[in-house]
């Protein structure tokens, strides 16, 4: 059976950053590509990064050069580092996995 977790969200100020974990299990990890996407509050969810099983990333574009997707095999953990948040960034946080989504993690940014 899939499971995706994800954690680290939180409250943060404008400017500043978190980490974001998603642990998974039921699968092999290692030649696994996971995505990244968020949903913010009445907005449809949206694609925010993927990483190939090999390491290879893409990102959207509202994103690119302030997020880094990155993964340790060893782990079975796929990481979302978030710098230079903004506001328009606060939304609940997804991992997927061909089907499967984890129950999201909430991010806000905001003084």
């Known amino acids: 059976q899939v499971h995706l977790v994800e954690s680290g969200g939180g409250l943060v100020q404008p400017g500043g950053s978190l980490r974001l974990s998603c642990a998974a299990s039921?699968?092999?990890?290692?030649?696994?590509?996971i995505h990244w996407y968020r949903q913010a509050p009445g907005k449809e969810r949206e694609w925010v990064a993927f990483?190939?099983?090999?390491?290879?990333?893409t990102y959207a574009d509202s994103v690119k050069g302030r997020f880094s997707i990155s993964r340790d095999n060893a782990k079975n953990t796929v990481y979302l580092q978030m710098n230079s948040l903004k506001p328009g960034d606060t939304a609940v946080y997804y991992c997927k996995h061909h089907t499967h989504w984890g129950q999201g993690t909430q991010v806000t940014v905001s003084s």
């Open positions: 039921g699968i092999i990890f290692s030649i696994s590509g």
């Open positions: 990483i190939a099983s090999g390491g290879a990333t």
